[in-house]
Every structure is written in C-alpha cells, then in structure tokens.
C-alpha cells in the first residue's frame, strides 16, 4: 500500500488539471478567432479582387494566413502564453467560482509556487511559518475537491466560447453570401491560392482596348489594316506582321505574349509604357495568343483562354481553257487559238503551256502574259505548223499558272488537258462508217427487244411497261446516235453521204416513233383502260414494221460500207506496194551495205502495216454476202503467198526476182479493188428491183407535174395580163398620175394624224395605228404593189375612221363639261377628219385599179380562167398523188426524209391555193402560189438529180445517193434552155410582204437607213 501524497501534491495536481483545461479552451477561442479572420479576409479579398489583381488578393490572403500561424505559436510555445496561463492564474479563475475562498486558493497557489521555487530563494519577503502553510494547503486542497475545480473552468470559458461560435458563423456566413455574389472571383481566388506555378492562370482578359495593325507581306500588294475593339482574333495571311497594342487592366511591371502551347510556344516580349503593351511578331500558322502581365503586387498573371490566330492560306491559282472548249480535230493545223482565264487571289507570275505530241516527251513554253494581274483573260496562237503533224497525230495540251506568294513559294495548277487531233479525212470517214456498221446490231437488238415482249390484251400491262420503257429509252439513244453519225459523215463528205442520208432519215423516224411510244407506254403503266391499251399495241406494231424495214435495209448498206472500206484498204495496200518498188529500186541503184540495213527495216514497217491492213479486210469481210467473200479470198490468198517470198528473196538478195514478185503483189492488188468495184456495183440488183422501178416512175411523174404546173402557169400569167390591160383600159387614167397624186394625198393624211396626235395625246394610241397604216400604204405604193397597198388602204381608212369617232366623242364631252381641253380635243378632231378624208380618195382610186373581172373580161377569157381552175386542181391531185408515192417507198427504205415529204405536201397546198384564186378570178394571186409550187417542185427535182451523180449500183440509195433518174447530161432533155423566171411570175405571197412591211417599220440606225431601204425594196419587188 503506498502512502499517501502530499497535500501540495494534490492541491498541485487539481491545479494542474485545472490549468491544462484552461489551455484546450484557449486554444480553441485562439482556433475559432483564428479561423474567423482567415473567412472573413477571403469573403473580403474575393470580390476586391475586382479592383486589385487576383494575384495580390492570393497574396495578402496568404499573409493574413501565415501571421495568424505565426502568432498561434508564439502564444502557444513561448513564455508570454504561458505567463497568461499560469497556475496563479488558474487559482484565480478556480477561486472566482469558490464561494468565497478566492482568497485561500490565491494563498494556496502562492505558497506552493514559493515552495517549489526553493523558499527564500524566490521572495523578499520574511518566509511563512511550514507548519501554518502546510494546514492552509490541506483546507485549501479539501475545499477544491469538493467544489471540482474542471466545472468551474468551464463555466468560466462558457461565454467566451458562445462569442467565438458567434464570430466564427458570421464569417462563415459572410463567405458565402460573397461566393454566392461573385462566384468566378471565388474560384480565381482559389486557383491563384491553390497554384504552385510562378504564373496565375486568369480567366477574366488582363488587357483591353486592344488594337491591331496587319501588314500583308509585300507581295500581296495590300495596304496595311487596323483593326479596333472585336475580341482580339488575329486573322491574315501567312507571313503577316501584326503590331498590337492593349491597355493593361492594371499597372503592370512587365508583360509578355505567349504564342501556342507546350515546347512549340513561343513568347514575344512586350513593351510597357504606363499601362500600354506594344509589340510585334509574324503569323504563321493557326494558333492562339495570351498575354501575361506582371503587376506591381503579387505574382504574375496568365490568361488561360487567350485569343485566335487565323491564317488564311494563299489559295492556288485557277485556269481553264475556254477555247477550244473541248477536244479538237483541225483539218487547218496552221496555228490554233487557245483561249484561257486564269484568276489568283492576288496575282498570276508566269503561265506557260505544256503540249506532248502522240507520246513523246512534254515540251514547255512560257507565255507571254501582260504585268501581275489577280485575274488574266486571254489567248494564245499555238503554232502547230512547227510541229510537222502528220494525219492522225494527237497533240495533247494544258495550261500551267504559277502565283507569286514569296512567302510559302509559288502554288501552281494546270488546266485539264485538251486533245488536238490532226485531222485524217480518211481516218474520219472510217470511223463514222465503223459506227455506222456496229449501230445495226442495236437495231437488231431493239427489234429483238420489241418482238420479246409483244403487247396484247390479254397481256399483263405492267411487266410489259416494265420491259418496254427501258426499250423506249434504249431506242431514244440510237436515234440519237443515228443522228450524230449522220452529221459526221454529213460533214466528211459534203452532205451527199448514201450513208449519211439513211442514217438521219431513220434517225428521225426512230425518235418520232419512240417518243410517241414512250408517252403511250407511260399512259400504259398508269393507268389500264381499253383505249390506251389499243393505242399502245398499235404504236408498237407500227414500231416494229419500221424497226424490221431499217434493219434490212441497212443490213445492205452496212455491206456496202464494208465494201467502201475494204476499197479503202486497197488503196492503201496499193500505196504501200509501190513505196516498197520504190525503195527497192533506190537499193539496187546505190548498192550500198548501209542502205540496205535501212531498207530493209523499212521493208519490215511496211509489211507490217501491210499486215494490219490485211487483218482489218479479214474483220470487214465477216458481214459480207459469201458470194463477195469467195471472190475476194482468191486475190488474198494470192497475195499471202507472195508475202512468203519477200523475205527469202530479199535476203538473197535476189532482187530482180524481188521486183517481180511486188509487180505481181500490184496487179493482185488492182484485180482486188475490181473485184470490190464489181460486187458495189451489183450488190442487190434482184433485192430492190422493184423498188428502183417505182422511184424511177415517181422521178417521170414529177417531171410531168412539174411541165403542166409551167403550163398553167404560163396561161394564168397571161389572163392576168390581159385582166391588167382591161382594167387599165377601161379606167382609162395616166397610172403614174395616180401614184403621185396618192403619194401626196398620204403624206397630206400622215401630217394631219401628227397634228392631231400633238393636239389630243389621250387617243395617241389609236392615232399611233392610223399613221402606221397609212405609212405602209405608202410604201407599198412605192413598189407598185397596188394589191398590198389596196388592202393596207382600206386598212388606214378603218383606223382614221376610227380615231376620228373618238376624237369627236372627246371633244362633244369637253364642251359639255366646260373643260378647258375642249378645244384642243375639236381641233384634233378637225385634223383627224382631214386626214380620213384623204385616205378615203386613196382608197378609193386604188379600188378602180381592180374592177369586177367580168366587167372588163370577155366570155371568153372568163371561161379560160375557169378551164385553168379545173387544170390546177387536177395537178394538185396528182402531185398529191406523188406525196403518197413517197410514202409507199419510205416504207420499203428510208428513201426520202421529213423535208422532201414536206416539200410535196407544201406543193400540193400551193396548187390547191391556186385553184381557189382561180375560182375567184384572182389570177395575180394565183400566179404567186403557182410560182411557190414550181418552186417546191423543182427543189424535189434537184435532190432527186443529185443523188444520181456519181452512184452507180443496183442498190438504191436515199436522196443523194439514188441514180439520177432523170438520165445523165447526155439526155435530151437536159438540152433545153432554162428559163429565167419573170418578176410576175414569182412574186412573193402577200403575207410575205406583209412581214417585210412591218419590219420597215422598225427604227433603223440613220448611218445604215439607205442600205436598208434599199434592201426591202429589193426584197418586195
């Protein structure tokens, strides 16, 4: 068992509690104090870092932070603290809330603090007595147990505690309300707190009034461009200098410019005058800027988001070739004008052309081209006559153009390329009629389609649309390739093609046809009536029989294309063997070693080409009748069996052996070209004998229209005559007199008509026509075309009556109305009568220059008329005859095209016009609508003749290609004089002169009026 502790001991021991408990509390006050000043300096600092930098918010709030640290240790580690919180002062503390013994407990405390300090060692004052001082720490201790010192201390702190919460929530409280207030200042504010980094990053703009000077590079030729407030984006072109200049938002110290990111970051330096930031740099590339600012307190901020560098490339240059707009065959292959335009954002430096020939290498030329321009449009003579083509050469071209960006370097670009295709007319040819040839197996193929998908009524509407509208469209397409061949060969050959003729005619029946049956196969699909159902099926059968009809015929002349071609072949063939006599004969007279290695390739070249000629005639012979191939394969053989003796005499050196043998060659050759010549004048005799016969009885019924037409028409010219001289006779009157009396009296009615026009203006309309008919009545008396100038008479008579009616109507209101118009409006009226009247004497005279014919015709001559009616409509009966004759032959072959057809029936029509006029006793009229079906007549004729010149054959060709058959220039018919139309006998229709004279009414330039006037002159008489 222990003995006891000392009453000191224990008293010190409750003290000690105590005092230790005392010290927690402080800390805590010290703590909560502590940690109120820290919110409460945020809260503050936060939002005043609107006025000063974040950085030195950061920074003072730091401070604020390691003072109250620093002040915490020494009241918490050094001496000072501890004297506070002494144990006398704890006594104290513990004695206040004694009950009374403050005094005894103070005593206590003192007594043992002089005890544990060594006695007298530590006072001044005379020592106690032991004895005393021991039974007053007794008391004491006994008196502090019982009141238990830890709740006294307690309570002691207990107000002091409820004012440290207090002041710690109100700063708390604070804090929030200015984080509620101003958030982005908080979180700044943490970030710069937080950082480690040298740099605080910002994220609010650190400079402002921001103004930027763009210099381009000098090439571009731009001036240099401000630009002023925006948000500071930096755009231009690669290679510009930007001067900036920006106001800080605070004085800085220094201040810099970051350029990009991480390791490729470049920092460019600013100049700091006040609050201003200068500088420059170069823009490259796309980018971003930020600007860093160091200011006079706190660390150096950094704009985290930064501002835009855009660069915009130098674009590359442009350049087409307008012209030739596409690839070319030049017959001419002199010099060939190259049109281009070419544009650069800022300006072209050089353009060149660079041309191959065939496949050689690429030649260069520079052009030359007028100073730095951004946009160039011009052209170029390329002279291809230093090139030395040959037929069948392809020049191959483009276009290079070249910028002038000194920055990046030179962008160039080149056209696309042109093909210049030195023309072969012989090679052209060919390639049409190998078109031509392969264009019958589509025919095929579309006949096959058609018959593959009959249409009937039990017949399912849709499969069949289904398969037919492709058709159609299929059938479209070699039309339309028909056509394109026809206009070449058309081309190739001065339009008198046999080829070509056939091909367009069939060309514009396919289209006609399939387009027809396409709207009906396209009705079809929509809608399955029993009409369209009918429609369609007959479209079809009539597609068919044309189909069927085509392919025959041009089965036949796609053999005698193969003929014309192999004659071709021949011909070069024939060629070929005499240049190799040639060659052979200058090696035996020189002798010469050297010459003979050369000729001897050349006799190689030469049998080469001898051999594709050769294989092309072995391709054309496959759509030959047998009959032509039997005969034709004798003379080939013959000839490849003088190819085997070539080499071996040539290597012999046996050369008279030699000649001989390409002698034979020749003559094998000649025999093959007869042979061809031949078969092209027989190929289908007995096919198309029947048809022959019916063209030749058309051509003999046309020449027989034609010489009752000239007949008719010569007696109509006559009775018209004698009706001109009746008439003038029976008037009895000085023509000219009239004329010029007309004329005058019409330009007296033209001045009255402009006076009332000045006058009333609200009737210029109807006064506008009157004058213009009273102008082509002029005119037309000027020509002494009395018909005309009667109808436009009486034409002018109507209007002024007219104008005149209304003017009247005008002026009868004014005077009612005492309108101060009035009297403007009854002079124009007075005018306007004055110039009706005169138009009336006009009309009138012209009226007597055509009496009643039966008034001036006798019995006689009105009989002749009639006689002459009944003539013409029974030529028009057989001309209409003849159009069916066409008809029936076209649909044997395509002989005769939609023009020739039309041309008949525009015949047809003229006569049966002429018939009319005749009935009506017109003769002048008739004579013109005879002279316009002699003239259709005759065109028909031509046609026929030309396609008789020159083609031979037994096959009949369409118009151009058929045997003449109106005989050659041997006929006796084509001895007879050929007569000049008279002016009567071909005077336009009035409807044609009708047009000229409202076309002479049109404005003229003055320089050119009289040429003018001159030419419809020309053309009305």
Same mark, same amino acid.
């Given at each position: ?75 918490? $580690?050094?001496?000072?603290? +501890? ?358 197996? $589509? ?114 002349? +796609? ?75 004798? @003379? ?36 093959? @070209? ?7 004048? @027989? ?128 002026? +009868? ?60 409509? @029974? ?49 002048? +009229? ?74 002479? $009414? ?20």
């Amino acid at each position: 068992m222990s003995s006891p502790k000392p009453v000191a001991q224990r008293l010190q021991t409750h003290l000690d509690a105590a005092h230790h408990r005392a010290q927690r509390k402080e800390r805590i006050l010290l703590a909560l104090g502590a940690g109120a000043i820290v919110l409460a300096l945020w809260a503050i600092l936060a939002p005043l870092s609107l006025a000063i930098s974040v950085g030195l918010a950061a920074w003072i709030l730091r401070t604020g932070l390691l003072v109250a640290l620093a002040g915490a240790v020494v009241l918490l $580690k050094y001496k000072w603290p +501890r004297r506070i919180f002494a144990s006398t002062r704890i006594a104290e503390v513990v004695a206040l809330q004694s009950e009374g013994r403050r005094s005894a407990v103070q005593t206590a405390s003192e007594l043992i603090a002089w005890k544990n300090a060594g006695g007298m060692r530590a006072q001044r004052r005379p020592p106690p007595s032991l004895s005393l001082v021991e039974a007053h720490l007794e008391e004491t201790e006994a008196a502090l147990d019982a009141s238990k010192a830890n709740e006294r201390v307690d309570r002691a702190f207990k107000d002091l505690e409820r004012r440290a919460n207090y002041t710690f929530a109100i700063a708390g409280l604070l804090l929030i309300v200015s984080a509620a207030i101003f958030p982005a200042q908080h979180r700044a504010l943490v970030r710069a707190f937080a950082s480690t980094s040298e740099a605080e990053i910002s994220d609010l703009p650190l400079v402002g009034d921001l103004q930027l000077t763009l210099r381009y590079p000098a090439y571009t030729g731009l001036h240099a461009r401000e630009v002023k407030g925006g948000d500071g984006t930096i755009r231009g072109l690669k290679g510009t200098t930007v001067q900036l200049r920006a106001t800080a938002e605070k004085p800085p110290r220094s201040a810099s410019l970051t350029i990009g990111e991480g390791n490729a970051a470049r920092v460019v330096p600013l100049a700091v005058d006040g609050r201003d930031l200068i500088g420059e740099f170069m823009i490259d590339k796309n980018d971003r800027y930020r600007f860093s600012v160091k200011p006079l307190f706190g660390s150096e901020l950094k704009e985290r988001k930064g501002h835009a560098i855009v660069v915009d490339e130098d674009k590359y240059p442009t350049i087409e070739i307008r012209e030739p707009a596409q690839d070319l065959e030049l017959k001419d292959t002199g010099r060939l004008s190259i049109a281009y335009a070419s544009d650069d954002d800022f300006a072209i430096s050089e353009i060149a052309l660079n041309y191959r020939v065939n496949s050689g290498n690429v030649q260069r030329v520079v052009l030359p081209a007028p100073e730095q321009k951004q946009r160039i449009r011009s052209d170029y003579a390329f002279d291809l006559s230093t090139l030395q083509l040959k037929p069948g050469d392809i020049v191959t071209i483009e276009l290079e153009a070249k910028d002038n960006d000194t920055v990046s370097g030179p962008k160039k670009t080149t056209s696309r390329q042109r093909k210049i295709t030195a023309f072969s007319s012989d090679q052209h040819r060919r390639q049409l009629l190998a078109r031509f040839r392969a264009v019958v197996d $589509k025919l095929v193929d579309q006949l096959g389609d058609e018959l593959e998908n009959p249409l009937s009524e039990s017949a399912d509407s849709t499969a069949y649309t289904q398969k037919a509208l492709p058709v159609d469209e299929r059938g479209l397409s070699v039309a339309m390739e028909l056509s394109d061949i026809a206009k070449g060969l058309k081309d190739a050959e001065g339009g008198q093609s046999k080829f070509a003729l056939a091909a367009e005619r069939s060309a514009i029946e396919m289209r006609q046809a399939y387009s027809a049956k396409k709207l009906l196969d396209t009705a079809l699909s929509k809608s399955r009536t029993p009409q369209n159902l009918a429609t369609t099926a007959q479209r079809q059968n009539e597609t068919v029989l044309l189909l069927e009809k085509t392919v025959i015929y041009f089965e036949d002349l +796609r053999a005698l294309a193969a003929i014309e071609e192999m004659k071709a072949q021949a011909k070069e063939l024939q060629a070929t063997s005499q240049q190799l006599k040639e060659l052979l004969q200058k090696y035996k007279e020189t002798g010469d070693e050297a010459l003979k290695t050369a000729l001897e390739a050349e006799i190689n070249e030469l049998k080469r080409r001898i051999g594709e000629i050769m294989q092309k005639m072995a391709e054309l012979r496959k759509g030959l009748p047998q009959e032509f191939v039997n005969r034709e394969a004798v @003379e080939r053989r013959a000839m490849e069996n003088i190819f085997d003796k070539v080499d071996q005499l040539l290597a012999e050196n046996r050369l008279d052996e030699l000649a001989g043998e390409l002698d034979r060659l020749d003559n094998q050759i000649k025999n093959m @070209e007869n042979a061809m010549n031949d078969a092209e004048q @027989e190929y289908g005799g007995e096919r198309y004998s029947e048809l022959k016969r019916e063209l030749q009885e058309m051509a003999q019924n046309l020449e027989a229209v034609e010489a009752a037409q000239k007949d008719v028409m010569e007696k109509t010219r006559d009775a018209e005559q004698a009706y001109r001289e009746a008439a003038q006779k029976q008037l009895g009157q000085n023509l000219d007199q009239m004329v010029k009396q007309s004329l005058k009296d019409l330009e007296d009615a033209e001045r009255a008509l402009q006076k009332a026009n000045e006058k009333e203006p609200r009737v210029s309309g109807g006064l506008d026509k009157a004058q213009s008919r009273v102008g082509d009545t002029r005119n037309a008396l000027e020509q002494r075309d009395f018909l005309e100038a009667r109808e436009m008479a009486r034409n002018a008579q109507a209007e002024a009556r007219d104008v005149t009616e209304s003017l009247k109507s005008l002026a +009868r209101i004014d005077q009612l109305t005492s309108n101060s118009s009035g009297k403007r409006a009854d002079d124009a009226h007075k005018a306007a009568q004055e110039a009706y009247g005169k138009i009336a004497e006009v009309a009138k005279r012209l009226e007597k220059l055509f009496p009643d014919p039966k008034d001036v015709l006798s019995p006689k001559q009105m009989q002749a008329l009639d006689e002459l009616r009944k003539r013409q409509q @029974e030529i028009a009966q057989r001309t209409g005859k003849i159009s069916q004759q066409m008809k029936d032959i076209n649909k044997q072959a395509p002989m005769f095209d939609q023009n020739a057809q039309s041309d008949m029936e525009g015949a047809k029509g003229s006569m049966e016009r002429a018939g009319q006029e005749l009935g009506q006793k017109q003769a002048g +009229r008739a004579v013109s609508s005879q002279a316009a079906a002699l003239g259709q007549l005759q065109k028909m004729k031509d046609a026929m003749k030309r396609q008789g010149q020159g083609q031979g054959g037994a096959m009949p060709m369409p118009i151009g290609g058929m045997p003449n058959p109106f005989g050659d220039g041997n006929d006796a018919r084509n001895q007879e004089k050929v007569e000049i139309p008279s002016g009567e006998q071909f005077k336009v229709p009035p409807e044609f002169r009708r047009d000229i004279l409202d076309a002479m $009414k049109q404005g003229t330039p003055q320089k050119f009026k009289q040429q003018v006037d001159e030419f419809y002159k020309e053309l009305i008489k």
